[in-house]
């Protein structure tokens, strides 16, 4: 049986259910979401678009999102710029290690409610003043989460189940701030956590190849964005890269997410910068902390986002703004460099 | 004896407790630092996992990221997250090698806020991240942590990662698995463990310069003491070669300490 756990000191309680809103929109009942696919298209059709196309299409107020790749690395820049540009408001968003693309998010005040596995940070780089700014204002609804609790709800719902057992979240205020509950196994008696499965209305996740038709190939790490393709209502997917059915159909084995998931395929070379694309680029450090230096100053930082994000028409603009091909040039050497140093 | 700061000595120690043969997941930074250090030293064969997938790589530098691609340079494997996390649940990972804003004498942890009120913190930090979960699903959780009397702390704000929870039995009664928990607290003063009954924080070793006066003081719950607390054994020659010529030249965690 699970146990009512009190500290002495009287401020951690750790219940059988945690006390925070779950999101409704990412609804975990298993026959709606079953409904929901069942009319989802099947179609082996191209679905080549344009990034202001698809956002327009693909992304109303409201929805809540779930961007792929890992905060920093293989993420869908072009998407999350054309969501602010477009003044996307309302979203719900999926906060598993998100750095950049929450900075983004935040800063253009597209975000209502977040799941909060890890936020306002950029790991090694230190705390986005901006983004802080905005959650202790209490500008956002929150409910807490972990990096695994989180990926196990997005698991749960490509499963096209209702909610998974974890062992993970017991004791802590993560769980009392979160919108989990707790089960008995009826094998054993242990007690777990359950995790309400995570059904986005729009997954956005860059890749490094993929068909017109939306079958696609990732390198390096995959994170979360397999199961996150399968458990979103829509996905918009970036890639590097367009390449020819034939070449999916000749190793099929390397398919990481299959057509069906997928909404729109749009081109967008260097899709993941200032993030770091495996084995093509490396992050741009030097941009990344320009941005958080100018995040200090409110105004400052609102003249910057401003030029960078609202003036730019596109993503192409953005890149020429910040380099061009000198500095994605840079950032593949350094890639290349980082991949030859290990021996 | 040559000369170190803070930080070059907290890696060392860290990267002593991490043997040959051993898995451990780690973040970036110091744990990441002292993790390269224990595979080059003496665990050529430390299997170091990160959270976002990485499994076993050889890092040629530090990553910046847990999922940046020098987290799977010359690797045995890309994977998931979810594969990460489960290869913790499962128990195949000994140690998770963690930080954060304070800790209790249990060894729980904070990096979610800093305040009184959930909605509207002094300052919102990061939050778990994977740490609340490998502290969880790891069988010893280790903390780098400076010391003193704000972070070393009789009441966190906020309970994000688990240690020993309220002590005694405490930890295995509440749902995680039986046998996991904090290992080891290393800081710029000491080497605390944890008493295997109370489960309070207990101090084991006492770093080169620093009394146990001056580690107490700079610690806002009380102490216990090992029955025999000897001085930390303080970086050697090699250790300290291999960390500031072949982990970090650059500085960037080693040159950080004040």
């Not at chain 1, 190849?209 to 918009?236: F, S």
Request: net charge neutral; aromatic share 8%; proline share 6%.
């Amino acid at each position: 049986m699970l146990t009512l756990i009190k500290h002495k000191n009287d401020t951690h309680v750790s219940l059988p259910e945690g006390s925070n809103p779950l999101f409704m929109d990412p609804d975990p009942d298993p026959d709606a979401a079953r409904l929901f696919f069942k009319t989802k298209s099947r179609a082996l059709v191209s679905k080549v678009t344009t990034v202001k196309a698809a956002v327009s299409e693909l992304v109303q107020n409201g929805d809540y999102i779930a961007v792929g790749g890992f905060g920093t690395n293989r993420i869908p820049t072009a998407v999350l710029h054309e969501m602010v540009r477009q003044k996307k408001t309302g979203l719900g968003f999926a906060g598993h290690t998100s750095t950049h693309d929450f900075q983004i998010l935040v800063a253009g005040k597209c975000l209502s409610r977040v799941d909060a596995a890890y936020i306002v940070g950029l790991e090694a780089r230190g705390l986005s003043p901006s983004a802080r700014r905005a959650v202790e204002k209490g500008t956002l609804i929150m409910t807490e989460w972990t990096n695994a609790t989180l990926a196990w709800r997005i698991k749960a719902a490509a499963m096209g189940l209702s909610f998974l057992p974890s062992r993970s979240l017991f004791g802590t205020d993560t769980f009392t701030y979160s919108a989990a509950k707790t089960v008995e196994c009826p094998f054993t008696g242990k007690g777990y956590t359950a995790l309400p499965a995570l059904f986005p209305d729009v997954a956005v996740i860059h890749v490094h190849e993929c068909d017109i038709y939306g079958n696609a190939r990732v390198k390096g790490v995959t994170v979360a964005d397999q199961d996150l393709a399968k458990a979103a209502k829509r996905v918009i997917m970036t890639t590097e890269a367009i390449i020819p059915n034939a070449a999916i159909r000749k190793n099929p084995e390397n398919t990481f997410i299959p057509y069906w998931c997928v909404d729109a395929v749009i081109h967008v070379p260097f899709g993941s910068y200032p993030g770091n694309m495996p084995g093509l680029y490396f992050s741009d450090e030097p941009y990344l902390k320009t941005w958080l230096d100018k995040e200090k100053d409110e105004t400052e930082f609102q003249v910057f986002f401003t030029r960078q994000i609202l003036e730019t028409e596109n993503f192409m603009e953005y890149l020429a703004l910040n380099g061009g091909m000198k500095t994605l040039s840079d950032l593949e050497d350094l890639e290349l460099l980082a991949g030859k140093e290990g021996g | 004896m040559s000369s170190y700061n803070a930080m070059e000595l907290m890696i060392c120690i860290a990267a002593r407790n991490l043997q040959d043969g051993a898995t451990v997941v780690v973040g970036t930074g110091a744990p990441c630092a002292a993790a390269m250090l224990a595979q080059k030293r003496h665990a050529p064969n430390l299997c170091i996992l990160f959270e976002a997938g990485g499994v076993a790589p050889r890092l040629p530098t530090m990553p910046v990221s847990v999922g940046d691609s020098r987290t799977v340079s010359n690797a045995l494997m890309a994977s998931s997250m979810s594969d990460i996390m489960e290869t913790c649940q499962r128990g195949m990972v000994d140690f998770a090698f963690l930080g954060g804003a304070q800790i209790d004498m249990y060894g729980n942890l904070n990096s979610t806020l800093l305040g009184t009120d959930y909605t509207k913190p002094d300052i919102r930090l990061p939050g778990s991240g994977g740490a609340g979960d490998l502290a969880s699903l790891c069988w010893k959780t280790m903390v780098m942590m400076p010391q003193d009397t704000r972070r070393f702390t009789p009441r966190l704000d906020f309970l994000t990662t688990p240690g020993y929870l309220t002590g005694g039995r405490s930890r295995e009664i509440s749902g995680l698995p039986k046998g996991t928990g904090p290992h080891r607290v290393i800081t710029n003063m000491a080497v605390m463990g944890f008493d295997n009954t109370s489960r309070r924080m207990t101090v084991l070793s006492v770093n080169p310069g620093y009394s146990r006066h001056t580690v107490q003081s700079h610690c806002g719950f009380e102490l216990l003491w090992a029955d025999t607390v000897d001085q930390t054994e303080p970086p050697g020659v090699e250790e300290l070669k291999l960390l500031r010529s072949a982990i970090d030249p650059g500085g960037y965690v080693i040159g950080r300490a004040g």
